[in-house]
């Protein structure tokens, strides 16, 4: 019996694929595009996940001994047990310079090297101090090139307080030789250096290139004497990495500086004590990609789902009549199953081979030097395997759930259906479904606009999500309820093929949802994408730009400006005002619906007695001029909402370093988003980063700056790599307008997923457009010519792009309009060209997916017979 059935359906299945690849390709086409898009996050989260900082400073270390970076946050949620949360600071957090002494009489090592590193500036001869006559360098400890290794190529080891070895790379830049003199400048001091010598490094990594000092003249340089950045260690020949790090953590304290514990790095994690930030880093862009991956995997859902269905859909008459004949329900969905698995088995295999090189693609994007990517041999085929594995489960049963509708049917009823021209409403469950979410979606949008940050954007995403699965259950409804507003106007207007498009989409409004529903799901996507982030980027923009009072700017070297240098501008004539503002972040730690909840948020130090000349961040409670000593911070309004704090009270954080502080409230300012969160006293915020100066200096001048600029940079003459201009917005923002990563994600996800669902678009509506056959010849038949058919066919492409343009941009603006009030106070911004360009993409995929195939199609049902 069994085996009667499979013959049976495996026959149908042959003869169907045979009969039907015109309207298969669709349904081939959108699931190995799915494929694809699901291989590709991932194999880009797979190299996230086993990414890593390089290993360059510390190449030749056995093992590197650094402090904690990681904070950790427990609490205990609502009836349930206690959860961690943990962030990395951004800050380095320091050694006691007691360590290296310890880590040196450890068993196994050979030898203990303190690591500390200063920005400095090679003047070049004959400079001036302009930036192009300034060469950025690090300092180091001629005892820590060991570390890399540098060796020797010319001359020998500093031995004076006065003597440095360059790096090959900075010797060849400014003609340092042996017994050449050059000028250094450090922390805004100038001073003449003999070289001793130059060294080459064993492999050439990237970043700045590196000056050799004593070990005493380098820690002096570094000032902080009591601690170091991090220890390498050099092992004793043939001591394996796990008994070093066993004898180290014996040999170690507990703790390092203050309250973090002590960490061992060996292997590829030496990486982390160079670039201390990179894990956190890679945290925040992995939680973000996984986002913006789950959105891909319900986009990829969908479109198979819509498309597979559609495509048995338009097999219902078949089916139907194969029913009234004799063919058991069970034959007919094993047929049908089997058709889908064929199709999408090899669009699946397909897709997973394409989804290496898009993979590799987005891989290159997101980048970056100091957290490179890399790709195991075994992870494009694991990709690959997943995507095609994804793909081919989740075909069958949908293929199975479309065709139960008809192979359900007793065979007088499938015989009645078989004629019948548009299946009927949605079913009950389905309706039931879209309705609750749909006041999900609006529910979760109201929800977004009482609360703020981070919270306001889940929920908005959540309603985006709601309202676009519902838009897809509904589908039909909607599209009687956009047919009621537009059909008036294409009859109207479009003559006998408005006439006709109008009543063609009336007698199929299901058919009308189908192809509604991907242009919806396009426009909502694009439209969140696009305007979340533009909202934020112009309400930041326009409040640093409110806030600014500065005439010019003064700014240096990626390290900093040196120590004095706002004293020196505040000391020349003319300026009324300078301040130096420091850049960090602080962690806070908060609960969220109970869970705990580690936050790191940008923070400004300033000058609180010259604040007012240079920069207004709209006071709204207490006062700017209290910001002094190392117990205050003025906090967004915002954010003292949120925390339910206010002037006089008290708020606890965790500095870049991870030093708790409990610190008094001075003042409440409005204009956050474009300053930041937090700001503290200059003094306070210097004394827990790796390189107290300032990014930037901001100066007003009594006259504007016309004439007082010539003074300022006569002030400013001594020190090298620092220019004057005039002040901007980007000054002063907390964050830049854009950066790589940013700008990545989003190519990513508007520009790829976007283009997966112009795909979808066309693939669902020739799918559409090619099972009207019959409806072209009942058309011709009863004396439409070929002429009115095509027009007819123009008005219902317009018609589905204007429904679906109107449908997908009001579902994105619930969201939008609950996210924009919530964080920015102002309506969501998208601007008109993007949303043009959006348009003109729609209608394009509508064209290419309806015209084309319906002018191929009544071309082939009908002939030449003329119009």
């Avoid at 010019?552 to 120590?563: N, R, Y």
């Avoid at 610190?663 to 006293?681: D, H, I, K, N, S």
């Amino acid at each position: 019996m069994r085996a009667g059935v499979r013959r049976a359906s495996a026959f149908l299945a042959r003869r169907s694929l045979r009969s039907r690849r015109g309207a298969w390709a669709p349904v081939f086409a959108a699931t190995a595009a799915a494929a694809a898009l699901i291989g590709a996050f991932v194999l880009v989260l797979g190299s996230l996940l086993a990414a890593g900082p390089p290993v360059a400073r510390h190449a030749a270390a056995d093992a590197v001994v650094v402090a904690d970076q990681r904070v950790a946050y427990t609490a205990k949620p609502w009836g349930s047990e206690p959860k961690t949360a943990e962030a990395y600071l951004p800050e380095r957090v320091r050694l006691d310079r007691s360590t290296v002494a310890r880590a040196a009489a450890a068993e196994g090592v050979a030898k203990a090297v303190a690591d500390d590193s200063v920005p400095l500036s090679v003047v070049l001869p004959g400079g001036s101090g302009s930036g192009r006559d300034a060469v950025p360098a690090v300092g180091r400890s001629w005892e820590s090139a060991v570390l890399t290794p540098y060796r020797l190529s010319e001359g020998r080891a500093p031995g004076a307080p006065d003597e440095v070895v360059l790096d090959s790379t900075l010797a060849a830049a400014t003609g340092g030789r042996p017994g050449s003199r050059l000028t250094l400048q450090t922390d805004g001091t100038r001073r003449p250096y003999t070289v001793s010598g130059v060294a080459e490094p064993a492999h050439r990594a990237g970043g700045a290139p590196a000056v050799f000092f004593t070990e005493r003249r380098l820690t002096a340089l570094a000032g902080h004497p009591d601690t170091v950045d991090a220890i390498g260690i050099v092992a004793e020949h043939g001591v394996p990495a796990a008994s070093l790090r066993a004898s180290l953590a014996s040999a170690l304290p507990d703790r390092a500086h203050g309250d973090r514990a002590v960490r061992v790095l060996t292997g590829a994690d030496r990486g982390q004590a160079e670039y201390v930030d990179a894990p956190g880093a890679r945290g925040e862009l992995l939680a973000l990609l996984a986002s913006v991956a789950a959105t891909v995997l319900m986009v990829a859902l969908l479109v198979i789902a819509a498309t597979i269905s559609q495509a048995v859909h338009q097999r219902s008459g078949e089916l139907a009549l194969l029913r009234a004949v004799g063919a058991t329900p069970r034959q007919l969905r094993s047929a049908v199953g089997r058709e889908v698995s064929r199709v999408t088995a090899a669009a699946a295999v397909l897709g997973g081979v394409g989804a290496v090189p898009l993979g590799l693609l987005m891989r290159s994007l997101l980048a970056t030097e100091p957290l490179p990517l890399p790709v195991p041999l075994w992870l494009p085929l694991g990709a690959a395997a997943v995507a095609a594995l994804v793909v081919a489960l989740s075909a069958r049963p949908v293929s199975l759930l479309a065709a139960r509708a008809v192979t359900g049917l007793r065979p007088a009823a499938a015989l009645a259906a078989a004629g019948a021209p548009e299946p009927g409403e949605p079913g009950r469950v389905r309706t039931v479904a879209g309705l609750l979410l749909a006041v999900a979606g609006v529910g979760s949008a109201g929800a977004a606009t009482a609360q703020s940050g981070q919270a306001a954007a889940v929920a908005a995403s959540g309603a985006a999500t709601s309202l676009i699965v519902a838009v897809a259950l509904l589908g039909p409804w909607i599209a009687r309820v956009a047919l009621r507003v537009l059909g008036g106007p294409v009859r109207r207007l479009g003559g006998v093929s408005g006439f006709l498009a109008a009543r063609s989409a009336a007698a199929h409004h299901r058919r009308l949802g189908a192809a509604i529903t991907p242009i919806v799901l396009l426009v909502a996507f694009v439209c969140v994408q696009l305007s979340a982030g533009a909202t934020l980027e112009r309400a930041a923009g326009r409040q640093a730009a409110d806030a600014l009072r500065a005439d010019l700017v003064v700014t240096g070297p990626d390290a900093g400006l040196p120590a004095d240098a706002a004293r020196v501008v505040r000391e020349a004539p003319g300026v009324t005002a300078a301040t130096g503002v420091l850049r960090s972040s602080v962690v806070l730690a908060r609960r969220e619906l109970g869970d705990p909840v580690l936050d790191r948020l940008p923070v400004l130090g300033v000058t609180a007695d010259q604040l007012s000349g240079t920069l207004d961040p709209r006071v709204t409670a207490g006062d700017l001029a209290d910001l002094t000593g190392r117990g205050t911070v003025a906090v967004g309004r915002d954010r003292a909402d949120g925390l339910g704090v206010g002037v006089g009270d008290q708020v606890q954080l965790r500095l870049g370093d991870g030093t708790k502080v409990r610190l008094r409230v001075v003042a409440l300012y409005e204009r956050a988003l474009g300053l930041g969160e937090f700001m503290l006293p200059h003094a306070t915020l210097a004394a827990h980063v790796g390189t107290p100066r300032d990014q930037r200096i901001l100066v007003r001048t009594a006259d504007g700056g016309a004439s007082s600029a010539a003074e300022v940079r006569r002030a400013l003459a001594p020190y090298a790599g620092v220019r004057l201009r005039a002040a901007t917005a980007d000054d002063v923002r907390i964050a830049p307008a854009t950066s790589h990563q940013g700008d990545a994600l989003m190519v990513i996800g508007v520009g790829v997923i976007g283009g997966f669902a112009l795909l979808a678009v066309v693939s669902t509506l020739s799918l559409i457009t090619l099972g009207r056959g019959p409806e072209f010849r009942l058309l011709r038949m009863v004396g439409a010519g070929r002429r009115q058919v095509r027009r007819m066919l123009i008005a219902e492409t317009g018609l589905v792009a204007v429904a679906g343009l109107v449908i997908g941009t009001l579902v994105a603006a619930v969201p939008l309009l609950a996210f924009a009030l919530s964080t920015t106070g102002s309506l969501p911004y998208l601007s008109p060209a993007r949303y043009g360009a959006l348009a003109l993409a729609v209608a394009v995929a509508a064209g290419l997916g309806t015209i084309r195939p319906g002018a191929a199609g009544e071309r082939r049902v009908l002939g030449k017979r003329g119009g």
